[in-house]
């Protein structure tokens, strides 16, 4: 073999060559794996910032909530009023705060302990003599007074009762001589019923103008403060002309005048006339139990006052 032959040629790095050559593979690798990963992680992104399901979903749950909203459930939103919201509705209309009866406070927007809590207030000798006095109750707020403070009017302000001598011996009130007709007696007539005095004699006038009259006897122990006791003592000289009750048509009563009765309140109201502008009007007041809030209980309290014309 010749001399001349020449030797194979080997490349030779140095150490730090080698480092900086891996050096850049990585890098290499990690911008290729990075490129490859750019459209997943983008569209993750976007998924995890986009709440227009989300939004739909509440929508509808919300819906579905309020057309099955039972008439005594006051937590739920109502896009009709401004006073109504997630914690508690109010539903303001003119009241006496000294005269509002229990369901009159219900009513209003608030729970039957907080009415029953008014009215032991009252029954210790709780007075109301101003607007400001209603912030007195613990479940009143500077918002909720806000609201109310248009619609309270201040007419009937109770006078404590002079204290007694006690004596062995207690007055009797005579009975009534004459039969009294519930819907047309003035507070002068009602005076004459046994244990009826100008307080009592007020808030049945007041009452049965809420009502638009009584159709049954038993009615006025929904008068506030009136009682077991009571009742029996005037019933027997109690008689009721069932002509002067006046009379709700529903085929053209509004949300307002519907809800301004005593039985019913905002949410039935708007049933009614719901139910209505969608299957046309009502043939018989019996149609009224298709609503999906007015109950038989409610129904059976409210027919007298009702008629379909």
């Known amino acids: 073999m010749s001399n001349n032959s020449r030797?194979?040629?080997?490349?030779?790095?140095?150490?730090s060559e080698k480092r900086g050559f891996f050096f850049i593979l990585a890098f290499l690798a990690v911008i290729i794996v990075a490129l490859a990963l750019r459209p997943i992680l983008t569209q993750r992104e976007n998924q995890k910032y986009n709440?227009?399901?989300?939004?739909?979903e509440i929508s509808q749950y919300k819906d579905s909530i309020l057309d099955n909203l039972d008439s005594n459930d006051f937590r739920f939103f109502d896009?009709?009023?401004?006073?109504?919201?997630?914690?508690?509705?109010?539903?303001?209309?003119?009241?006496?705060?000294?005269?509002?009866?229990?369901?009159g406070w219900t009513k209003l927007g608030y729970s039957p302990?907080?009415?029953?809590?008014?009215?032991?207030?009252?029954?210790?000798?709780?007075?109301?003599?101003?607007?400001?006095d209603l912030k007195k109750l613990f479940f009143i707020d500077d918002e909720d007074f806000?609201?109310?403070?248009?619609y309270i009017v201040i007419e009937h302000i109770p006078e404590r009762e002079p204290r007694r001598e006690q004596t062995s011996e207690r007055p009797l009130q005579p009975a009534a001589t004459k039969k009294i007709?519930?819907?047309?007696?003035?507070?002068?007539?009602?005076?004459?019923?046994?244990?009826?005095?100008?307080?009592?004699?007020?808030?049945?006038?007041?009452?049965?103008?809420?009502?638009?009259?009584?159709?049954?006897?038993?009615?006025l122990l929904e008068v506030y403060g009136f009682t077991q006791e009571l009742y029996e003592k005037v019933a027997p000289n109690i008689i009721i002309d069932g002509d002067e009750v006046r009379k709700i048509n529903l085929n053209t009563a509004t949300i307002d005048q519907l809800?301004?009765?005593?039985?019913?309140?905002?949410?039935?109201?708007?049933?009614i006339v719901n139910y209505r502008e969608k299957y046309g009007k009502y043939a018989t007041v019996n149609d009224l139990l298709k609503t999906n809030l007015i109950y038989q209980e409610t129904f059976d309290k409210i027919k007298p006052y009702l008629v379909v014309q």
Do not use: W
Request: aromatic share 14%.
């Open 113 to 132: 302990k907080q009415a029953q809590a008014v009215d032991k207030y009252r029954q210790k000798g709780g007075v109301f003599r101003k607007k400001d």
């Open 146 to 150: 806000q609201i109310l403070e248009p």
């Open 79 to 103: 896009n009709n009023n401004h006073y109504h919201s997630f914690g508690r509705k109010l539903t303001p209309f003119t009241f006496d705060p000294n005269t509002l009866s229990v369901e």
């Open 7 to 15: 030797k194979p040629v080997f490349m030779h790095f140095s150490q």
């Open 181 to 219: 007709e519930l819907n047309t007696a003035d507070t002068s007539d009602l005076k004459e019923l046994r244990g009826i005095g100008s307080g009592y004699a007020k808030r049945i006038v007041k009452y049965r103008q809420q009502l638009g009259g009584f159709y049954k006897p038993e009615q």
């Open 259 to 271: 809800k301004r009765h005593p039985y019913l309140d905002y949410y039935q109201a708007k049933a």
């Open 51 to 56: 709440f227009a399901e989300f939004e739909k």
